[in-house]
């Protein structure tokens, strides 16, 4: 199996613009997380999903982050209009189960940069 | 391609007992190596290291790297129940960050 898959890997962007980051999961997995890091907050719990359905979004910093699984297996994480505040590594996690307390295996990110 | 590696992946132990969780490595670009602790959803952080041979504590934990060697060792000393979680450790390669698949630490009463 390839893992949990990001795209793009990087992102550099002009604050205003749509940014759209994309996760697929590991086959055969239900849950979906997305993360972000930065320096001053650490590993920050965004939203996650089960069974495609929004379990926990109340980390989603405002309504200029929305977050899909339109199948289950892909999930997109869309920011528009982004902010330079935005700029972070943002990582997908897939697991099997409710999502609560299994093994989370993480993609590699995708690093945003928006100027 | 960079990687990560954590053995054991799943590791049962009775309270009182000490573990040694390992995390090996090879990235290009090496900038430091993350501990974190995971029970319910998110991760929490526990330790960086970015220095070999100096040991960050904290209370009954503690971490170590070698950057010779290429690889870090998470101590618990003690162990309770409440230590029962998965284990990640992850690299920044000043590039992105690469997550070994975690141990599973189970501790029975």
């Known amino acids: 199996d390839a893992g949990v898959i990001q795209s793009p890997r990087h992102e550099v962007t002009e604050m205003g613009q749509e940014v759209t980051l994309r996760c697929k999961l590991i086959?055969?997995?239900?849950?979906l997380f997305w993360y972000r890091q930065t320096m001053m907050r650490g590993l920050e719990l965004l939203i996650y999903?089960?069974?495609?359905?929004?379990?926990?979004d109340s980390g989603m910093p405002e309504d200029r982050f929305s977050a899909k699984m339109p199948n289950a297996s892909f999930s997109t994480l869309k920011i528009q209009p982004s902010e330079p505040r935005d700029s972070a590594v943002y990582f997908c996690?897939?697991?099997?189960?409710?999502?609560?307390?299994?093994?989370?295996?993480f993609g590699p990110g995708t690093r945003l940069l928006v100027l | 391609e960079d990687k990560v590696v954590q053995s054991p992946l799943s590791l049962v132990v009775h309270e009182g007992d000490t573990v040694t969780l390992n995390c090996s490595y090879e990235?290009?670009?090496?900038?430091?190596l993350l501990w974190y602790k995971q029970e319910k959803k998110a991760p929490t952080f526990l330790f960086m290291l970015?220095?070999?041979?100096i040991e960050k504590k904290s209370g009954r934990l503690s971490s170590i790297l070698d950057k010779k060697e290429l690889f870090s060792i998470l101590n618990i000393t003690a162990t309770q129940t409440g230590d029962s979680a998965v284990y990640l450790c992850?690299?920044?390669?000043?590039?992105?960050?690469?997550f070994g698949a975690g141990t599973r630490l189970t501790v029975k009463p």
């Open positions: 996690a897939s697991s099997s189960g409710t999502g609560n307390g299994e093994t989370q295996y």
């Open positions: 086959s055969g997995h239900n849950s």
């Open positions: 999903f089960n069974n495609n359905v929004p379990i926990d």
């Open positions: 990235v290009t670009n090496f900038r430091s």
């Open positions: 970015t220095s070999s041979g």
């Open positions: 992850a690299v920044d390669n000043n590039n992105d960050m690469r």
